[in-house]
């Protein structure tokens, strides 16, 4: 069964800063990643998997930064997941509503975890940005 990470907070918390500092993390830590999909959804929003090998294990990780509301877009992006049978993925999703129905439809395939993102109340959130990677790549073994 893979697992499913899901950065769960209101609008405009870093959702997808931190998500978008994942990806960038994962690819500087394995030279050998490759990515596999890409799009780009909005100026600041993408879908992206990525494969990378670790100790000769590939793994096929998803990433969707897409997680407000209406949540269709999410929606899309965890079906590309599934059929490209990632073993990780990670997403944003707003506190209730649809985008967690949708993750919530994912259970049968994934464990899923929810990891609350409030706003920073420093001036810098890039140190708390970096703690929450850190930890999502800790629960991951990546």
């Known amino acids: 069964m893979g697992k ?28 050998n990643a ?31 930064t897409e997680g407000d509301s209406p949540g269709i877009a999410l929606k899309g992006n965890l079906k590309i997941f599934i059929d490209l049978s990632c073993d990780i993925i990670f997403c944003a999703c707003k506190t209730s509503g649809y985008t967690n129905q949708y993750i919530n439809e994912c259970s049968n395939k994934y464990t899923i975890e929810y990891i609350s993102k409030a706003k920073s109340t420093l001036p810098d959130n890039s140190a708390s940005d970096m703690n929450i990677v850190k930890s999502l790549m800790a629960k991951t073994g990546i």
Do not use: Q
């Open 34 to 64: 490759n990515l596999v999909y890409y799009s780009r959804k909005t100026n600041k929003d993408i879908c992206v998997t990525i494969d990378i090998s670790i100790n000769d294990v590939k793994i096929k990780i998803g990433v969707s």
């Open 4 to 31: 499913l990470f899901a950065l769960r907070g209101i609008s405009n918390v870093g959702k997808t800063s931190v998500l978008r500092l994942l990806i960038n993390t994962i690819i500087n830590k394995y030279p």
